[in-house]
């Protein structure tokens, strides 16, 4: 059958399980021989109604002329089916000279994307992105809910963004959900230009984004200002003088497989009602849109799939460097330092692709590695600076002056708006957006309006660095007016500007808003009771924020306000970094008040938490530490080794009954322990004798929970 044909039937399967009556079409198309008896019992051997229907479809597909033959069979007995899979298929047969039109342009506008500018601060960079693309880390919502998935989310691609799962058959609303610069516009730029490769040829496997007719790559502020999605189209992706009429695309829009790629949403995200209507599905309910944002704009409860990007697993990390090292021509050895730091105190901040090419850059310029989020912002800004003063002879201090600090008023102006950068922002300012795109932090990005009266438009080179800016600017401002800037904001929708404002502000700022924006920050992901795994990255802002601080001389007055504002509960997930870690050592270090803390570890083969547990022997704060998952018997000897010093502990499932023994006596070496639990362990009979030998040898165990 037509490909064609299969999708108008596949369109309308739904209506197709409801509606046919299957003995009376299988019966005709018997009798016209399309089918055998045989086939007809392997229909009837089907359980429910719709894989009986899919079972017919299915082998409908396998026949030249079977889409002919089934219309047929529905001629006299199913009427309105009969005449609704006409008409569509007559209508998909005079679109398509205008659909292969359409298709012709978007992939020329595509073609674009596979040229790609790792640094979009430094243009002359270009390479294809096929050659530096890297698998990025997915982690997708069926996990969130079953971490038994997790190995299954190793596999994940963007060959399986549409894949259908556990909790949707066909999803349609799919979001891809990640941390600045973790890359999220990479990804869906690699799927747009997977698309315009064409067919797949089935490589794929599973439902891919060659199953699309047409793919419409748009960024979220294209709607603000629009109606309907013909216009959006038209006036960002065609060309002015395109035939393409609104009323084609429309047309085009209701009865092809099209999927909308939209990026960024959280700069587009106010006043953009046609596309909250498009993401709710009040607008192409039948269209798959996938949408890219950071976290906390959107509620889950709209999209069929979630995918969380990670960014780089280690792996990869070398890949990329590698891959970068290649194509910029760089020697090898340039990124020695920066192999070396990536596996220690960088591990980090190098799952994040962005900063990773800004470490690429900062270690081939020779120039000594920063280790917190802040530094590695604040050393490419002095990146800038440098070479903005080389290039133009002037003192950087000048430079500082009459371009760093006016820019960074109109970015956090910009960023409170969320409005474009244009020409006339720049009208009552002394620096000039060529100086500005001079010292690298803007690019200019088109040109809009008529002919006669055109503005230019800006923009950042990335959100994170206008990020930085706009956070100068707040370190600069009155401490009133910051005070009430932060308080009227969500603090994880500004979460990059906060962490950067702990590595900024001098300790007399930091201390008048430490608890203003602490106060704000849960400790405990949303949902919490729903997940089965802890998720570090809707938690731990305050352990980030937290990490910047780490080396500081910080002031009493400073720490008694953090103190004060500190979690009592931490847990440490799988997928903790080491700044969680340096901030929970922080934590434990600023806290005085005995037995207030209570930590959990979620064990994992890849993190060594030994050193901290030894450290945090010297905190007094500590009253109990849990364990989950000790599945790595001779790692968790060493914990255990290492917690000698802990008066309550409990100890978390998953522990095979035939190695219980072996926990036992391991755990008879912390002889401080008073009260120990063992949660949801299968603890029987055989088991007793070495409970009782571990009992007598903690002699200070006063409470023991099975
Ligand atoms: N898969 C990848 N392979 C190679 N480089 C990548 C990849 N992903 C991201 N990068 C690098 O990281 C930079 C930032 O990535 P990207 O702009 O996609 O992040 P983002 O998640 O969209 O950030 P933001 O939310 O701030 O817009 C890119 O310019 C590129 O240099």
Redesign the pocket.
Known sequence: MEKHHQDVLERNRSILCSDLDLSLVVDHLIQEEFLSPEEKERICASRSRSEKTGELLSMLYAHEDGFGAFVESLKSTHRHLYEMLISESETHLTDDTEVEVLKTELKQKNILLSK?????WLPQHQMRLAN?????QLVSSVSFQDPRQMDRDQQLSLDNLFAPHELSSDPKRILVE??????????L??LVSKWNEGSCGGECGAPCVHCFDLLFNLHAKDFIGHTSIPDVIKSCLLARDSEISAETLDAILQTHKVVLVV??Y??GNMENKLLYDVIEGRVLKDATVIL?C?PAFLNFRFFDSIFV?HG?DEEHQIE?MD??AHEMNLSPNSLVELQQKMSNELQDLCR???I??ILCILCSENSQLPSTLAAVYKAVHEFFIEKASRKTSRDKDDIKRTVIFPLAKLSFEIYNKEKQLTEEDFVDICCSPQEACQIGYLSVDETVGSLQNTTRCYRFG???LQEFLATIHLGKMAAGERLAWLQSKNVYQIDTIVIFLFGQLNDKDLASIAAVIMENMRFQPLNFSKLSIYSCSQSHLVLHCLNELVGRDISDGLKSVLAENCPLRVHISRDCSISCIQGVSLICSLIKKKNSVCLTFDLDATKDFVPLMKQLKRCECISSVQLNNPKDRIKFNDYLRALQWVTLAKIGSDHHPSRLQNLFRAIASCKRITALTFADMQINDALMPSICEMVESLEDLRDLTL
């Open positions: 790609f500018r790792p640094m979009p530096v693309y890297t698998k990025l990640g941390e600045a610069g973790i890359g999220k516009t990479t990804l730029q690699m990026d960024a959280d700069e890219s950071r990007v780089f990329y891959k970068f994040n692709p962005f990773l090419t990335h959100r994170s």
